[in-house]
């Protein structure tokens, strides 16, 4: 005996399967890092996506204040009326050298980059995430231990303001 499903009248009949056709796919993803050692569970993570996908990694430091930072150089000049090219030169650099090694011998065989953006945290993230043409995000989080704290977070203002979507490691 054969039971043919009955449709509702009041339900919208709607494909629900999933299709490998419609599966997400990553080419680019951004990373956040604050240097910290706890930014490294966000590369763990970064990498396994990244083997499995193939997707090329930024790695984006933000600094605050270049001026209150030691070890640090920065030089520019002048692109266009409108933008100041810096380059850090120091530590940092030689830290974020040491994160993509480390991710290359995790089994990391794609094209990792770092970039350094000098402003407000939150600002340097959104700008970044809209203008990188990135598929993902990954966040590290902190403290969201209440509702009300994670209705506020950094990690919210920069969720609500992009259109790509983000994964928060705590």
């Not at 403290?143 to 979507?165: E, G, Y």
């Amino acid at each position: 005996m054969t039971v043919e499903p009955t449709k509702d009248s009041n339900v919208i009949d709607q494909d629900s399967s999933i299709s490998k056709e419609d599966l997400p796919s990553f080419n680019r993803i951004l990373i956040t890092d604050d240097g910290k050692d706890e930014s490294n569970n966000v590369l763990k993570y970064a990498v396994s996506l990244s083997r499995y996908t193939g997707a090329e990694l930024l790695i984006l430091r933000i600094i605050k204040d270049i001026k209150k930072m030691e070890g640090i150089s920065v030089q520019g000049s002048n692109m266009s009326n409108k933008h100041m090219k810096q380059e850090v030169k120091g530590e940092m650099i030689d830290e974020m050298e040491k994160k993509i090694k480390k991710c290359n011998e995790a089994g990391c065989e794609n094209k990792i980059e770092y970039k350094f953006r000098v402003g407000d945290v939150l600002e340097q993230i959104i700008n970044e995430a809209k203008e990188g043409n990135y598929d993902l995000v990954l966040l590290r989080s902190t403290n969201i231990d209440t509702w009300m704290k994670s209705l506020f977070s950094n990690a919210r203002k920069i969720i609500s303001s992009i259109n790509i979507p983000v994964l928060i490691v705590h």
